[in-house]
Nanobody, 123 residues
Framework: QVQLVESGGGLVQAGGSLRLSCAAS????????MGWFRQAPGKEREFVAA????????YYADSVKGRFTISRDNAKNTVYLQMNSLKPEDTAVYYC????????????????WGQGTQVTVSS
């Protein structure tokens, strides 16, 4: 099973940018679709973005469309989330997830979660 470790979270002012990274262990990384989810205090975990195994298909929540970009580098076993034009409502713990197949499914079939990285956007 793939192990996931996120990095890149932090404190940023509204309108700023951050790039999250998720490093995966295991030789089968390229066979998984990958996703990012987030959980704000007092709220349920929600889908943010996903990318197919090849990177050819991407999916976004309406709330981040046009501001966030998901990408992956299978040679580096890493998936990224570039977050631009950040808003205070983007404040949450962001989790990387491996899906149980080559493409994103709804509902997602997550087989592995990272430990999460905190993103805080100040107004």
């Amino acid at each position: 099973q793939v192990q996931l470790v996120e990095s890149g979270g932090g404190l940023v002012q509204a309108g700023g940018s951050l790039r999250l990274s998720c490093a995966a262990s295991g030789r089968t990384f390229s066979s998984y679709a990958m996703g990012w989810f987030r959980q704000a205090p007092g709220k349920e975990r929600e889908f943010v973005a996903a990318i197919s195994w090849s990177g050819g298909s991407t999916y976004y929540a309406d709330s981040v469309k046009g501001r966030f970009t998901i990408s992956r580098d299978n040679a580096k076993n890493t998936v990224y989330l570039q977050m631009n034009s950040l808003k205070p409502e983007d404040t949450a713990v962001y989790y990387c997830a491996a899906e149980g197949g080559p493409d994103y499914s709804d509902p997602p079939r997550v087989v592995s979660w990272g430990q999460g990285t905190q993103v805080t956007v100040s107004s």
